[in-house]
């Protein structure tokens, strides 16, 4: 089973280039999210998505954008990147049926702003 | 809202020591509660959960109980192996938030020596 796949591994951008990082899930789940790994800080909402079509701002939106245009795809934006946007970047998955489930991730995007 | 708070790594032990990580919480409600664990260079992975009070969450040696009345879910393990180096991360979801969001801890980073 795939579970949740990311794409691309890794990037490297120069400052105010843009691009779009994929995540698609084969599990039928409803919730999809995108958070940021930075050292000592844990993780943090980006966005995230409760169905196709819907999108809400977690922690931490500003500079990036996202879109459910399918429900096994949750694309993460970032239009202008800025060295602040270097970071590990996951998403997660889950089932949006009966209490709160855990999350299934991705093996991470690692991005480099220089 | 809610929100997690766990003890400050790194932890340092040597084989076949006890193990035991803290994590408390603050939630409305009655929420779910998880330990994550990411080996290096992977996503986050469920460890083990909780979903409610007096509930043992058990997984590969480690346990935790939700202690509603001391708002607790420590980690323990009885006797670590090297292999199971890697950063924990104990986390929740609830009523808090609309239900959709997963609340993390910051992480607490662990090495076992041989």
């Known amino acids: 089973n795939a579970g949740v796949t990311q794409t691309p591994k890794f990037r490297v951008l120069k400052t105010g280039q843009s691009m779009t990082l994929l995540c698609a899930q084969d599990m039928n789940h409803e919730y999809m999210y995108w958070y940021r790994q930075d050292p000592g800080m844990g993780l943090r909402l980006i966005h995230y998505?409760?169905?196709?079509?819907?999108?809400a701002k977690g922690e931490v939106p500003d500079g990036y954008n996202v879109s459910r245009l399918k429900k096994q795809n949750f694309l993460l934006g970032l239009e202008s990147a800025a060295p602040s946007q270097t970071s590990v970047y996951f998403c997660?998955?889950?089932?949006?049926?009966?209490?709160?489930?855990?999350?299934?991730f991705g093996n991470g995007t690692r991005l480099t702003v220089t | 809202g809610n929100s997690v708070t766990q003890m400050e790594g790194p932890v340092t032990l040597s084989e076949e020591a006890f193990l035991t990580i803290n994590c408390t919480y603050t939630a409305t409600g009655y929420p779910s509660l998880f330990w994550y664990v990411q080996y290096p260079g992977e996503g986050l992975q469920l460890l083990l959960k909780?979903?409610?009070?007096?509930d043992k969450g058990s997984n590969k040696g480690f346990e935790a109980t939700y202690r509603k009345e001391t708002t607790s879910f420590h980690l323990e393990k009885g006797s670590v192996q090297v292999s199971d180096s890697a950063v924990y991360f104990c986390?929740?979801?609830?009523?808090?938030?609309?239900?959709?969001?997963?609340?993390f801890g910051a992480g607490t980073r662990l090495f076992v020596k041989a």
């Open positions: 986390a929740l979801s609830g009523e808090g938030d609309g239900g959709f969001k997963t609340i």
């Open positions: 909780a979903t409610k009070a007096d």
């Open positions: 997660a998955s889950r089932d949006g049926q009966g209490n709160y489930g855990p999350l299934h």
């Open positions: 998505s409760v169905g196709e079509g819907t999108t």
